[in-house]
């Protein structure tokens, strides 16, 4: 059974606290992803993973960080969160070869108070 | 600027009608074009891929087409029910960017009323 998965689902943090979101993927797939959603907005590339220790920034890289120790795990840290990182995170995973398509975990609601 | 536009935002039917939802882009390369529903909550879900110049898919009661020329994009769903209420989003693949790049469109929510 494909499956992303996140940990944890729901969280809330105090604005300066570090914050780290985890995403699982049991597909082997090479290719990992961090997004974030907001109301109104489509969702915002945060960072690519190309395999381990093969990150590269997305489209809205500040104030985010990344890790990629193993193929199927990838995390994102925030270092000192801040209210305007309140939002719903999304981790996706996709194979090399068909990287269109890209399956998506349930998401991660972080407020920062 | 947004190169991915839905309209409407939101749109409430009633049970067993049909809907239109489109989608407007000007990603350029374009590659192919993917509709995902999300249930509250949750997250994305695939339900069609487009990927021709001029493509046309059916998946049960959803069904949507693509003109690459026009850029345009329709998912249409048939005899609608309750549990079709959720947000559809509309995703288009760069294919002269990096591996990997979509653009994701903001949604319509559609709410689906007794």
């Known amino acids: 059974d494909m499956k992303v998965t996140q940990m944890p689902r729901y969280l809330i943090k105090r604005m300066g606290e570090n914050v780290l979101l985890e995403c699982g993927q049991d597909m082997s797939h090479e290719t990992m992803y961090w997004y974030r959603q907001d109301p109104g907005l489509g969702l915002q590339l945060i960072y690519i993973s190309y395999d381990v220790d093969s990150n590269s920034e997305g489209d809205i890289p500040k104030g985010y960080r990344v890790s990629r120790k193993k193929r199927e795990h990838f995390s994102l840290i925030l270092d000192s969160a801040k209210t305007n990182q309140t939002s719903v995170y999304f981790c996706?995973?996709?194979?090399?070869?068909?990287?269109?398509?890209?399956?998506f975990g349930p998401g991660t609601r972080l407020t920062v108070l | 600027k947004t190169q991915v536009e839905q309209s409407p935002q939101s749109l409430v039917v009633r049970q067993g009608e049909n809907c239109v939802l489109q989608c407007n882009y000007s990603v350029t390369p374009d590659n192919h074009l993917r509709w995902f529903k999300q249930d509250t909550g949750k997250g994305l879900v695939s339900l069609t891929v487009?990927?021709?110049?001029?493509d046309k898919t059916s998946n049960g009661r959803y069904s949507a087409t693509l003109d690459k020329d026009a850029k345009h994009s329709t998912l249409h769903i048939t005899a609608t029910l309750l549990d079709d209420t959720a947000t559809y989003i509309c995703?288009?693949?760069?294919?002269?960017?990096?591996?990997?790049?979509?653009?994701f469109g903001a949604g319509t929510q559609l709410i689906v009323i007794p």
């Open positions: 487009l990927v021709d110049q001029k």
């Open positions: 996706a995973s996709s194979s090399r070869d068909r990287d269109y398509e890209q399956y």
């Open positions: 995703v288009v693949a760069d294919r002269g960017s990096a591996l990997g790049r979509l653009h």
